[in-house]
């Protein structure tokens, strides 16, 4: 199957402090990638859906000043959170797909803990 | 309103014996997709199989296979002859086309495969 990675895999920060997080897609041209954060024990919640060149569409609740994403080349987008606080801690995963397919693939997800 | 249910929080399977994770959805689109993902302790989500709401005949890939009634609205997995490294949390998604397409995760299904 098609590989992506995300950088990087673990990240503990202090409140205020932004972080950035890369998904890239190794092996493809990922047309779309898509940004989500995991509670523990909780399912995948989509925050954002990004295509190549353009704008992110954020889902409703979703800060877009807060939750920053790029997707500037077919095989990079970036997810950066904004004046980290606690409550942003949480598992992100991205994940991408390329033209013509429904099937996504995912990254191997990006702890992130805020003290 | 879109939706996947998975409404098996956790199950049990001897080893070498077949299992079944229950998952039904609703959507008033004529085309969507259903997925299953795998995401063991590690958090990596692993693409398992594919379903296409057009597809006649049910998807298998190797040990999987999706039971598809589209009438009751169901796609449940079927896991053949489990192995310890099955033991994981299994995601079932619907992909929806909502401007661009997304997916609608189920709240997953902890499997533990006994020796």
């Known amino acids: 199957g098609a590989v992506v990675s995300q950088h990087p895999s673990r990240v503990i920060c202090k409140s205020g402090t932004s972080v950035k997080i890369?998904?890239?897609?190794?092996?493809?041209?990922?047309?779309?990638m898509f940004w989500y954060r995991q509670f523990p024990k909780q399912s995948l919640m989509l925050m954002a859906t990004s295509n190549e060149g353009s704008k992110a569409t954020y889902e409703q609740?979703?800060?877009?000043?807060?939750f920053l994403i790029?997707?500037?080349?077919?095989?990079?987008?970036?997810?950066?959170?904004?004046?980290?606080h606690p409550e942003d801690s949480s598992f992100y995963i991205c994940s991408a797909s390329g033209a013509g397919t429904d099937t996504q693939y995912?990254?191997?997800?990006?702890?992130?803990?805020?003290? | 309103a879109?939706?996947?249910?998975?409404?098996?929080?956790?199950?049990?399977?001897?080893?070498?014996?077949?299992?079944?994770?229950?998952?039904?959805?609703?959507?008033s689109d004529q085309s969507y997709g259903l997925f299953w993902y795998k995401q063991p302790s590690s958090g990596e989500m692993i693409f398992l199989i594919y379903q296409g709401s057009y597809d006649e005949q049910n998807a298998t890939e190797g040990r999987y296979s999706l039971n598809f009634q589209k009438a009751r609205k169901s796609a449940n997995l079927v896991i053949s002859a489990s192995q310890l490294g099955d033991s994981a949390m299994y995601f079932c998604a619907m992909r929806v086309a909502s401007g661009t397409y997304k997916y609608i995760f189920g709240t997953g299904t902890r499997l533990k495969v006994l020796a």
């Open chain 1, 106 to 115: 995912f990254g191997p997800g990006t702890r992130l803990t805020v003290l």
């Open chain 1, 61 to 66: 609740g979703v800060e877009k000043d807060k």
């Open chain 2, 2 to 27: 879109q939706k996947i249910t998975q409404t098996q929080p956790g199950m049990f399977v001897q080893e070498k014996e077949a299992v079944t994770l229950d998952c039904t959805y609703d959507t």
């Open chain 1, 22 to 32: 890369e998904c890239r897609s190794l092996d493809f041209q990922a047309t779309t």
């Open chain 1, 70 to 84: 790029n997707h500037a080349s077919l095989t990079l987008s970036t997810l950066t959170v904004t004046s980290a």
